[in-house]
């Protein structure tokens, strides 16, 4: 246990550099490790955290070590105690069991999810990530059907695959 990092999981102002961070994690990720063509301008969400998912019963969190985002994590009110699960990554590094930073940063979030009287967590994903698939299956989510999709959920175009989790 002692090889283990400090690592904060937390929720953060958002400054223009912290979301520079933010994005500097996220859009690699999605671009050379899935080869996902999409770039920052696709996403101004990444530029507007705070009016975007921190709003409602949505929030975003970061996981950091040594002053560097290593993880991400939000929450996303979609309306009638709902929200859409968004921006889960977490740097190569980071990943897997000794660390668990995505462990704590989804624990994270449904800490805030009941704190907030939610009932409902939803989300979409590419096909491509098959390890992540495997990690919201051993976390409580279950494969839904597109057509079970709330009202308001964020479909974004890559989302070819879906999950349900009761808060």
Do not use: C
């Amino acid at each position: 246990m002692n090889n283990i990092p400090d690592i904060a999981v937390k929720l953060y102002a958002h400054s223009a550099q912290r979301q520079k961070s933010v994005a500097d994690l996220i859009v690699p990720i999605q671009r050379d490790e899935y080869g996902i063509p999409i770039t920052l301008k696709d996403q101004p969400d990444l530029l507007e955290i705070e009016t975007f998912y921190q709003r409602g019963k949505g929030n975003f969190w970061t996981a950091l070590h040594e002053g560097e985002v290593i993880g991400t994590i939000a929450l996303l009110d979609i309306g009638q105690d709902r929200a859409a699960l968004r921006k889960m990554f977490v740097k190569k590094e980071f990943r897997g069991g000794q660390y668990a930073v995505s462990k704590r940063l989804l624990d994270k979030a449904f800490i805030w999810a009941q704190q907030q009287g939610l009932a409902e967590v939803w989300l979409g994903t590419t096909p491509a990530f098959v390890a992540a698939h495997r990690f919201y299956e051993k976390n409580g989510f279950a494969e839904v059907n597109a057509e079970m999709l709330p009202p308001g959920f964020p479909v974004m175009e890559v989302d070819k695959k879906f999950y349900k989790r009761i808060v």
